[in-house]
């Protein structure tokens, strides 16, 4: 991080944050997600590929949800670092996992512009993955994505707003949040 974020400043911008989402549609659209991907990956025996850091919380709450056989493995590409604005991706952490000829899916917090899921994607290709599908709790309603651009399973689509809660930060902070708030970020540019 390039400057010092003290607790002050993350306890006043979670205050002025707007609510969108609450807990329960959140569960609720968990519930949904799994439904869905229960019906299509039942008989794949599929490697769910957690995206670290923000895919930590729909992928914990999504996997008691799954009904079927499945292993675990996590990446980590960010382009965030911290910061309110996406750089170049940085690869942190590959899979331990063999992806040659198996069905992934990917869980993410957000699909934003789409470039990292989409070169998680490509990294999965080139692994030799039979079959690579997106999971997001949230898909950002925009009219042009420069990356990937859709999840093949979503819980929530929100307005094009920066977003806090469930797995997703403002400067690394606010992932804890119990429902999903819109912060502004005005002040950061």
């Not at 299509?40 to 957690?50: D, V």
């Not at 292993?71 to 940085?90: M, V």
Request: hydrophobic share 35%; charged share 30%; proline share 4%.
């Amino acid at each position: 991080m390039t400057e010092e974020i003290c607790p002050k400043k993350i306890s006043q911008t979670e205050n002025d944050s707007k609510e969108l989402f609450s807990k329960e549609d959140v569960e609720k659209a968990l519930d949904e997600m799994a439904d869905q991907i229960n019906k299509k990956l039942s008989e794949t025996n599929p490697i769910i590929l957690c995206t670290v850091i923000g895919g930590i919380i729909p992928t914990g709450l999504l996997l008691p949800r799954l009904n079927f056989p499945l292993q675990l493995d996590y990446i980590h590409a960010t382009r965030y670092r911290g910061e309110t604005k996406g750089g170049h991706l940085h690869w942190v952490k590959q899979p331990e996992m063999d992806l040659t000829d198996r069905t992934i899916l990917i869980i993410d917090d957000i699909l934003d512009e789409g470039h990292t899921l989409e070169a998680i994607i490509d990294y999965c290709e080139a692994e030799g993955a039979k079959q690579i599908l997106t999971a997001v709790l949230i898909e950002k309603d925009l009219p042009e994505r420069p990356g990937l651009q859709r999840a093949d399973f979503t819980g929530i689509v929100a307005d094009n707003e920066y977003l806090v809660g469930y797995g997703m930060d403002y400067k690394g902070y606010l992932r804890n949040m119990d429902s999903i708030s819109a912060v502004n970020i005005d002040h950061d540019n």
